[in-house]
């Protein structure tokens, strides 16, 4: 069984930089893709960015230039910079076991392709 415990977030001046964390606890090497979603209460789930096994990654359109999603043996991690009041929502990281490629589609489906996901996280982004 995989689970996912998210550590990061919290409020963050606009202009700056935040950094998000998902630890992955037991077998990793089972996850194809990994992602991180958001979701305004609301709103519709966006996909901010998504990496696949040989390391490829995909940014959601309103991220893109500003997000850097990377992974090591214990986890994924996010980093944005000059972010925005409109970055402000939860964030959520998810994983995929089936198999995965780096199709968009997966980063523009709602989440409904992942499997696992992690608690959320909070972002509030001021002015």
Not at 10 to 27: E, H, I, K, T
Not at 82 to 95: F, G, I, K, L
């Given at each position: 069984q995989v689970n996912?415990?998210?550590?990061?977030?919290?409020?963050?001046?606009?202009?700056?930089?935040?950094r998000l964390s998902c630890a992955v606890s037991g077998d990793m090497s089972a996850i194809t893709c990994m992602?991180?979603?958001r979701q305004v209460l609301g709103k519709e789930r966006e996909?901010?960015?998504l990496i696949v096994p040989e390391g490829d990654s995909r940014y959601?359109?309103?991220?893109?230039?500003?997000?850097?999603?990377?992974k090591d043996n214990a986890g994924v991690y996010l980093e944005m910079s000059n972010v925005r009041p409109e970055d402000s929502a939860n964030y959520?990281?998810?994983a995929r076991f089936r198999p995965c490629g780096s199709s968009m589609a997966y980063?523009?489906?709602?989440?409904?392709?992942f499997e696992v996901w992690?608690?959320?996280t909070l972002v509030t982004v001021f002015s």
């Amino acid at each position: 069984q995989v689970n996912l415990v998210q550590s990061g977030g919290g409020p963050v001046q606009a202009g700056g930089s935040l950094r998000l964390s998902c630890a992955v606890s037991g077998d990793m090497s089972a996850i194809t893709c990994m992602a991180w979603w958001r979701q305004v209460l609301g709103k519709e789930r966006e996909g901010v960015a998504l990496i696949v096994p040989e390391g490829d990654s995909r940014y959601g359109d309103s991220v893109r230039g500003r997000a850097t999603i990377s992974k090591d043996n214990a986890g994924v991690y996010l980093e944005m910079s000059n972010v925005r009041p409109e970055d402000s929502a939860n964030y959520y990281c998810a994983a995929r076991f089936r198999p995965c490629g780096s199709s968009m589609a997966y980063l523009q489906s709602g989440g409904s392709l992942f499997e696992v996901w992690g608690q959320g996280t909070l972002v509030t982004v001021f002015s």
